[in-house]
Nanobody, 118 residues
Framework: QVQLVESGGGLVQPGGSLRLSCAAS????????MSWYRQAPGKERELVAA????????NYADSVKGRFTISRDNVKNTVYLQMNNLKPEDTAVYYCNAERRLYNLQYWGQGTQVTVSS
C-alpha cells in the first residue's frame, strides 16, 4: 500500500520559513518523480515544484522561484520543500505527489496546511 505522509506545515508570519517533508512508503521511491502542489481556497490545485526520479534538474512555479527549494533523499524515501520568505499568498494546503508516467502511476498525500499571516 502506497503512502505519502506530509508534515511540517503550520502558521508562520510573513517573511518566515517552513520546511515541508513527505515520507513515502510502499513504492520504489527512486523510480518516481516527486512534486509539491498546493491548493488555496477557491482556487485550482497548482504545481509548486518538481524534482525528477534521480534528482538533478528541478522545476518551480514562477511565483516561488528564488524562495522555495525542492530536494529529495532517495535513501530516506523523503522529499522536502524548503520555503523561505513566505508571503500571505503562499497560504494553501500543500500536497505531495509521486508520479511514474511510463507506468501511468500517480499517488497523492493527504495534504498539510500552510498559513502565512501576521
Amino acid at each position: 500500500q502506497v503512502q505519502l505522509v506530509e508534515s511540517g506545515g503550520g502558521l508562520v508570519q510573513p517573511g518566515g520559513s517552513l520546511r515541508l517533508s513527505c515520507a513515502a512508503s510502499g513504492l520504489t521511491f527512486s523510480r518516481f518523480a516527486m512534486s509539491w502542489y498546493r491548493q488555496a481556497p477557491g482556487k485550482e490545485r497548482e504545481l509548486v515544484a518538481a524534482v525528477p526520479s534521480a534528482g538533478g534538474s528541478t522545476n518551480y512555479a514562477d511565483s516561488v522561484k528564488g524562495r522555495f527549494t525542492i530536494s529529495r533523499d532517495n535513501v530516506k524515501n523523503t522529499v522536502y520543500l524548503q520555503m523561505n520568505n513566505l508571503k500571505p499568498e503562499d497560504t494553501a494546503v500543500y500536497y505531495c505527489n509521486a508520479e511514474r508516467r511510463l507506468y501511468n502511476l500517480q499517488y497523492w498525500g493527504q495534504g498539510t496546511q500552510v498559513t502565512v499571516s501576521s
